[in-house]
């Protein structure tokens, strides 16, 4: 059984008011990250419901998933080392507190 290798964890509030941005909230959050052929899950708990997307080196989205509380997504398969960005957001005026994980088998 391959053994997993974390790529990232963290903890992060999503939706914060900030009049110094265009619409006045931090809605949306970018995590890009480097991923390595093999398996990809992508792990999400949330105080309220939250939409990811996941978008691969061309910008091509792969994976989308709405209003998610507390969700592993995957295994999604990774042909080859590359960028990848996790997108994470809520409805302009809402608000999460969230922890996210990601990891590679």
């Known amino acids: 059984m391959p053994s997993a290798k974390a790529i990232f964890e963290t903890s992060v509030s999503v939706g914060e008011f ?6 006045a909230y931090r ?5 890009p ?4 052929r093999g398996k990809l899950f992508i792990s999400i708990n949330s105080d309220r419901p939250v939409d990811m997307a996941l978008s691969n080196s061309d910008g091509i989205c792969i994976k989308f998933k709405n209003s ?3 969700d592993t997504i995957g295994p999604i398969e990774v042909s080859k080392k590359e960028m990848m960005t996790l997108l994470v957001g809520v409805f302009r005026g809402d ?3 969230l922890s996210i994980r990601a ?3």
Not at 33 to 36: N, P, S
């Open 95 to 97: 608000m999460a507190e």
């Open 27 to 31: 809605n949306v959050k970018l995590f």
């Open 33 to 36: 990250m480097e991923v390595k």
């Open 103 to 105: 990891w590679m088998e």
């Open 18 to 23: 900030d009049p110094s941005v265009d619409g």
């Open 68 to 70: 998610i509380l507390c």
